[in-house]
């Protein structure tokens, strides 16, 4: 755990924001520099800046991610692989041609979390609402199997047996 509280108060630090500075091209570039180590890069760094909490309530799972900024059509909810929730999207920066920017702390562009989904999720109820800059998904779970009744053989008696 100190590796992480080490990493936890480094998200202030000039050289940290530096890095995540030159990570972030514009798409244009993206698109001609785009490698498959990019792309872990890209993946890994969008799932990190999205903080979500994960929790269980009355039979179902509840995740509820922080998306500040972003609109409901820049949001996509989708299981994949049968068994993970994949969050997904972009937040894009307003234009403003004549703004001169003295600081950009924000985070825009693209944003994603995967979750694996337990065996008894049910993926056909599943349900998604956004309000005040928060993605609240509820996965129902299924209910658990009744447990087998015992088969009665019925005994029958007889004088001779046949056969």
């Not at 792309?39 to 922080?66: C, N, Q, W």
Request: proline share 7%.
């Amino acid at each position: 755990m100190r590796g992480m509280e080490f990493m936890m108060g480094m998200e202030n630090d000039p050289l940290i924001a530096t890095i995540h500075h030159l990570m972030d091209f514009p798409e244009e570039v993206e698109k001609v520099v785009s490698t498959p180590a990019r792309a872990y890069v890209r993946d890994r760094k969008a799932m990190a800046s999205t903080p979500a909490d994960v929790k269980e309530v009355h039979g179902a799972l509840v995740f509820e991610i922080d998306m500040p900024g972003a609109k409901n059509g820049e949001i996509k909810v989708q299981v994949e692989d049968d068994h993970t929730l994949v969050v997904s999207g972009e937040r894009r920066r307003a234009e403003d041609k004549e703004a001169k920017y003295q600081r950009m702390e924000r985070r825009m562009g693209k944003f994603m979390r995967k979750f694996p989904l337990p065996e008894d999720a049910n993926l056909e109820a599943i349900t998604a609402f956004f309000q005040d800059g928060v993605l609240t998904v509820r996965v129902e779970k299924k209910p658990p199997p009744e447990p087998k009744k015992a088969k009665t053989i019925e005994v029958k008696v007889g004088g001779s047996s046949e056969g």
